[in-house]
């Protein structure tokens, strides 16, 4: 399976921006999704966004508007672009690729908003 690893997370404050990269060890060109999720503890893993290979979004309702996801077939990298942050985006953030054959996911990189 395709290897993924996340990067970009860190600490920032409310309000503040991230940008969250996911490179992929080959070509994300055929993967049917890409997709970013996230867990915080004590909850359950939850999509935030995620991209077709027809280039197709899907936003969680929690961050319509200051979410943006992305994908650069060239450089095999899926990016999740999360402005006006807030202290409630505080997870771990995964990448997965998933297709009929396909259900890959990277470790995950933190993300922590302060209040």
């Known amino acids: 399976q395709v290897q993924l690893v996340e990067s970009g997370g860190g600490l920032v404050q409310a309000g503040g921006s991230l940008r969250l990269s996911c490179a992929a060890s080959?070509?994300?060109?055929?993967?049917?999704?890409m997709g970013w999720y996230r867990q915080a503890p004590g909850k359950q893993r939850e999509l935030v966004a995620s991209i077709t290979s027809g280039g197709s979004t899907n936003y969680a309702e929690s961050v319509k508007g200051r979410v943006t996801i992305s994908r650069d077939n060239a450089k095999n990298t899926v990016y999740l672009q999360m402005n006006s942050l807030k202290p409630e985006d505080t997870a771990v953030y995964y990448c997965?690729?998933?297709?009929?054959?396909?259900?890959?996911w990277g470790r995950g990189t933190q993300v922590t908003v302060s209040s």
């Open positions: 080959g070509s994300i060109f055929s993967i049917s999704v």
């Open positions: 997965n690729a998933f297709s009929p054959w396909i259900n890959s």
